[in-house]
């Protein structure tokens, strides 16, 4: 079970004085292996790349369940990797490199040779993905706060199609919408979104 | 080459065709630029799910988490700065929550836990086999959380011809064998609005109105919580079959629970015991009813003590439901008809 292969290495990160990290090791894990600093030095960089290792996964794996389980082996094949990792190396391209092998497997697995993309453009977007600043990915904590001045509609709009994951055609039978109108929706939602970051961000940088 | 915006969203909601999906495929092929577009709208795309996630499983307000993180604010207001260490570390805590939530929540759910989902199932065979003996019990309804819906607008009209429903919260439902059931509202002027079923006729008892009957036995049963998703709790082993078909259902262990349900915000009156388990039900997309499920049970009886729907439609409104069980007292003869319910010189009306 993953968790238990991923809470022994939280457990041995955060001590295993944390009580809910505890509590869990003593129902699922009858052992926890020795995790040494590098362990530790991946954990750390683990926290900054998540995000953008889970936005290359989802570019590959549409499906948000899916992608949540590849993002999931992924954080798991990444720390039971720790003491292969050379910190000489750059973080993220080593974890895309072990999430594009995480996509092919999933791939394999459900019996989909093809990637939504060739080879050579996978190729590319990695490189895209290694080129997002530490700066961008920590904009998108602005996210949540622009999240919560949303519309009751957007609001709503945002629930049903990143909460329980329905695509335009089924979010538009519950609203009683056009699928054409809902994409535009979501699209305006994003677009709306990405400009209340970039808002914040400039404030928060004390530009005009 | 420039590319409409339409086609970079279309491919992340996956409505583009084939041709569009080739014409996208080419322009990220042009510019390198293009792909680091790509990647950025990606970024946000994922965010979202991440945050929807967090949102979902019902964690606490950003405010509310524990020491790990104690710079995490609830909102960003535009104009305030937090600047350099302090705001790299916000960032380490809030990445370290996503792994923690992720490795958490993705673990309750089916597509992660598959050898669970078959002893989930056996469980709730074991739940029904204990259940279906009928045995009087007694819930206390309290509403958690009332936010109100937008309606179509068709259903608005309709909706809006009837009277107000009688409020759930601090409501009285005492359940029987065969469909029995007196549930018990106060409305606003305090005054009761009882309705019930004997299992032969089903009644309504209104203040200043005659007793209404009807042999239609869902005529008034209408408002029992989960009734109209089929998940009545007047036909408990029914409604445990309906969870295996429209939920996503996992068993959680007492110490399991007692985290699960701290990281939802639940306020669990009486401490968990070690026999205690909690059946978890998630709705399947597209499935009708209350966003998610949580069961209550002691383990080694499977006497059900306390049931939540969370989120789930109800006239106007979605409602948070908490139901717990007070008493397993067996009601006196003739309990579950109107007659025990209303003065005798009150007049009938059968519909």
Known sequence: ?208 | MTLPDDLLHGYLDQSLTSEQQLELEAWLEESPQHVRSFADLLMLHSQLRSEALLLDSGLPAASALPAVIPELAPVEEPGRRIRGRRRLRRLSGLAITILITLAAVLSFRPGSQRTTVSAASAEILQLITENKAPRDRTYQISVEHAVPVERRRSRVVHSEKRPPKPPMDDATLHVGGSGQFVLIRRRPDGRLFITGSSGIQSWAVRPDSPVRTSTDLLRFSRDLPGHEYSLSLTELPLTLEQLQQSFDVQIVDAGAADESTAANGASIEDPISAATRLLIAVRRPGRPGPRRIEIEYNAASHEIHQIRFIDMPYGPERLTLRLTLTSRDSQPVGFYDHAAHHAPELPVEQE
């Open chain 1, 1 to 208: 079970m993953l968790l238990e292969r991923i809470l022994p290495l939280l457990a041995n990160f955060f001590g295993h004085e944390s009580p809910g990290v505890a509590k869990c090791l003593r129902q699922s894990s009858p052992g926890i292996p020795h995790v040494n600093e590098n362990s530790r030095l991946v954990m750390r960089q683990w926290t900054l790349a998540q995000p953008v290792v889970s936005a290359f996964i989802g570019s590959l794996v549409r499906d948000f369940t899916d992608r949540d389980d590849v993002l999931q082996e992924t954080a798991v094949a990444i720390l039971e990797s720790a003491d292969r990792y050379d910190p000489a190396r750059p973080f993220i391209a080593w974890a895309l490199g072990i999430a594009r092998n995480q996509v092919r497997l999933y791939l394999r697995r459900t019996a989909r040779d093809r990637s939504v993309f060739g080879e050579s453009l996978v190729d590319e977007m990695v490189g895209g993905f290694e080129a997002i600043s530490v700066q961008e990915v920590q904009r998108l904590s602005f996210l949540r706060g622009c999240l919560q001045r949303l519309e009751p509609r957007e609001q709503l709009l945002f629930q049903l199609r990143y909460a329980e994951d329905l695509k335009p055609a089924a979010i538009g039978e519950r609203l009683g919408m056009a699928a054409n109108t809902v994409s535009k929706a979501l699209q305006r939602l994003r677009d709306q979104l990405r400009a209340c970051i970039e808002r914040a961000a400039t404030l928060e940088r004390g530009l005009p």
